[in-house]
């Protein structure tokens, strides 16, 4: 069970198993320590992760979880270069801990946003009735006009519809007129001077008109015309409806999209407003802290031990071949 630990921990931290088989206890339990750190670390990061994926990145479960694991992944990275590092470089350990300090602020925002959900959501109450009071104008002028348009087409629409009511209660048939021309031969027989019959024919055109009376065509016109006065009033009650559901639209449409920076933003209005509220997020600040250097102010107390004096040992005789194949040479 032991080796299957410290097969673990070399695994996780980066440790040469085969060196530390045979090195001393001093060693193993260093790679157990180290071990307990990182995943004290790769726990509260993962979970961390996993929290900020599903509810900024809205991932989902899955996605979720895949934002744990990188997130996990990046955080092992970052502690191999402190524990792998054989010679202390003061330089290394200034930047790590900038990057300490950069991630325990931003775990300690994302963690206290979990702490006071229920207080960043009553406070988001607030700030909404503002935005819908800047926004609603403007929405409700827009809606009253585009009503204002339909009822000005609608009312015209319905004086035409009087108008060709009124021409068909008084005139509900027409009179068709319709004249045709016809040509009739008209023979004339004469006598010339031999006393020889001449006959001569001649075109006569007749004129006969036929009266009828008919629907009056404008009964035609009633159809599509109430239809198009129907899909105005349609189209004018759609809005009357946007109209009177419109603040609730809007409150429903910006709570619907409040992201990361929005909560934020009220996280530093409690903060800044609450004594209690930044006590809470500079305990969580402090802790995580702690925990991202405490890797690092292990390695700087440590005394160097069997398996960095076998590693360095390894090196110097890696040195001496590499010169002895270069003299040769």
Known sequence: MKSWWIKFGCFLTGYNFNIINVSSEVSAKAVKRYTSAMLIVCILWSFIGFVFTQRYLKTGFVGAIFGAIVLCVIIIQVERQIILAVKKDWKMYAFRSLIALTMAIIGSVIIDQIIFKEDIEQKQLYLLDSKVNQILPNKQAELKKQIAQLDTIINAKESERKK???????????????????????SNTVKDSLNTAITNTKIVKANSITVNSINNPKIELLTPLNKQIEQLRASKSLKDNQLLALRPSLEKEIQSKVGFLDELNVMFLLITGSGVALFVWLLWLIFLLCIELFIMMSKIGEEQNDYDATVLHQMELQKKKLLLLSNTN
């Open 164 to 186: 060709i009511v009124e021409d068909i209660s008084l005139h509900p048939t027409i009179k068709n007129i319709t004249t045709q021309t016809q040509s009739i031969p008209v």
